[in-house]
């Protein structure tokens, strides 16, 4: 499956950067296929292959590099993660 042409309904040489910026304000939560990144995540190589590599030893999926984080705690403890700003 290509992920980003799942996420963001058009084929992947098409996107523009206002079609991120689009896609981050809709604030889609992390999942098993999708995971944001600061771009702080460039310089810290140990970190960004472990997002790779587990994408890569199960169904795939899309990181979106340069996306500070948001963690929500919910009513029962659980944490939430969604994109906050693109840096």
Do not use: Q, W
């Amino acid at each position: 499956m290509v992920f980003i042409e799942a996420f963001f309904k058009k084929e992947a040489k098409d996107i523009t950067a206002n079609d991120v910026e689009e896609f981050i304000s809709r604030r889609i939560e992390e999942n098993l296929n999708l995971e944001y990144k600061h771009i702080k995540a460039f310089t810290d190589y140990d970190e960004l292959c472990k997002d790779i590599v587990a994408f890569a030893n199960s169904a795939g999926g899309l990181v979106i590099l340069g996306v500070e984080e948001e963690k929500v705690e919910t009513e029962n403890g659980d944490i939430r993660i969604y994109p906050k700003i693109i840096t």
